[in-house]
């Protein structure tokens, strides 16, 4: 069974750093290419970032570039996300999902950035 | 990059009824579309893939069609288990994009 759980998420001060984690289990991770993707409070899905199954090509959200850092440890079945310079605006639920048309997603992991 | 839309934004229907949601591309996107059921506090879940395929284990009451900038989601016999947001999502080019949702309450 495909199981993807986020964990890392909570409460941090504008400006601070978090990062969050995915674990994979059920798959050959490192055959998948894996996203994140957010949900602000009461809003819409958003796109965040995108790394390809060897992490040599990654893709960002406009609104995410130069401060979140998508990674992976194929070793470990490990996808993260560094995020640097949070703001207000990324409070959200975090989802890590697999492949390119996201056919499976982990339960989510709160972020609240507020002081 | 690609903008999605959805209508209705919301509606309201009865057990029973036939509902359809219709996603729109400002370009074409192939099939290069899925479709989400959501329910408050719960992951994503996917329904169809490839515009028109049926994820395994979803019921046959759900089904997708379309192709290039216009697509639908379709529930034959909407049930009480059915009522949630449903979002389609373009994954053709990045920055990937979702509609904005279609929340579908009991009337």
């Known amino acids: 069974e495909v199981q993807l759980v986020e964990s890392g998420g909570g409460l941090v001060q504008p400006g601070g750093s978090l990062r969050l984690s995915c674990a994979a289990s059920?798959?050959?991770?490192?055959?998948?290419?894996m996203n994140w993707v957010r949900q602000a409070p009461g809003k819409g899905l958003e796109w965040v970032s995108y790394i390809s199954s060897s992490g040599s090509t990654i893709y960002y959200a406009d609104s995410v570039k130069g401060r979140f850092t998508i990674s992976r440890d194929n070793a470990k079945n490990s996808l993260y996300l560094q995020m640097n310079s949070l703001r207000a605006e990324d409070t959200a639920v975090y989802y890590c999902?697999?492949?390119?048309?996201?056919?499976?997603w982990g339960q989510g992991t709160l972020v609240t950035v507020s002081s | 990059d690609i903008q999605m839309t959805q209508s209705p934004s919301s509606l309201s229907a009865s057990v029973g009824d036939r509902v359809t949601i219709t996603c729109r591309a400002s370009q074409g996107i192939r099939n290069d579309l899925g479709w989400y059921q959501q329910k408050p506090g719960k992951a994503p879940k996917r329904l169809i893939y490839?515009?028109?395929s049926l994820q395994s284990g979803v019921p046959s009451r759900f089904s997708g069609s379309g192709s290039g900038t216009e697509f639908t989601l379709t529930i034959s016999s909407l049930q009480p288990e059915d009522f949630a947001t449903y979002y389609c999502?373009?994954?053709?080019?990045?920055?990937?994009?979702f509609g904005p949702g279609t929340k579908v309450d009991i009337k």
């Open positions: 999902a697999r492949e390119d048309d996201f056919d499976y």
């Open positions: 059920g798959f050959t991770f490192s055959s998948y290419e």
């Open positions: 490839a515009a028109s």
């Open positions: 999502l373009q994954h053709n080019s990045y920055p990937f994009t």
